[in-house]
Each structure stands twice: as C-alpha cells, then as structure tokens.
C-alpha cells in the first residue's frame, strides 16, 4: 500500500502500538518490495526469524521467503482468501486478527 494511505489505515484500526515499522511503498504499483525490504533489514539490523511481514498479496508471501522471515496475510485485500491459502502461511480476515499471530510470534523467539 502506498506509505501514507498505510499509516492512516494502521492508525484507524488502533494498531500501530503493535508495529516497530511500518513501510508502505512510494507509490500504488507495488514494486521493488524485495529491495525495500532487504534494505530495511540491514539498515535496522533486525534477525529475519523475529520479523513478521503482514501482507494482503501472493507477492508478498514471496518477499517473506526471500527475506527469511514470517509472514501473515490478510484476506481483505487484493486477493481472496483461498488464492492466499496456496502461499502456506497464516491467512486472516483482517488486520486486527494479525495481533494474536505476531503476540504469538514475539513470545516465540
């Protein structure tokens, strides 16, 4: 999602206190993700196993491999829950239902 339309939409649903990032993209074609990525990580110098990306595309279930780390995905967007199901990753129907996955996430590492 383009970088403010994503901040806006994390602080209507009250759960930006929840995210040490937020990255959206700097326009709507949704490319060069892998390289923002990677580039946000080593900048950051965060392990990949403590991360979880939360995304809404096939896309970006590849992105979490590529990086290494986990990933969420959220059926309310670009694509319908049952493509989103073929990635193998945990698939929810909104944003909000990510909270208990990544407080899961957090406690495992």
Do not use: W
């Amino acid at each position: 999602m383009q970088h403010d339309a994503l901040l806006q939409s994390v602080k209507n649903l009250g759960i930006e206190k929840y995210l040490n990032y937020i990255g959206g993209i700097g326009d709507h074609y949704g490319g060069g993700k892998i390289d923002n990525a990677k580039g946000f990580l080593m900048s950051s110098n965060l392990d990949p196993l403590g991360v979880t990306l939360i995304g809404d595309t096939l896309h970006d279930a590849e992105v979490a491999r590529e990086l290494g780390c986990k990933c969420v995905l959220v059926a309310a967007g670009h694509q319908s829950e049952k493509r989103l199901r073929i990635s193998g990753f945990p698939v929810v129907a909104s944003l909000k239902e990510t909270i208990p996955i990544i407080e899961y996430n957090l406690r495992s590492l």
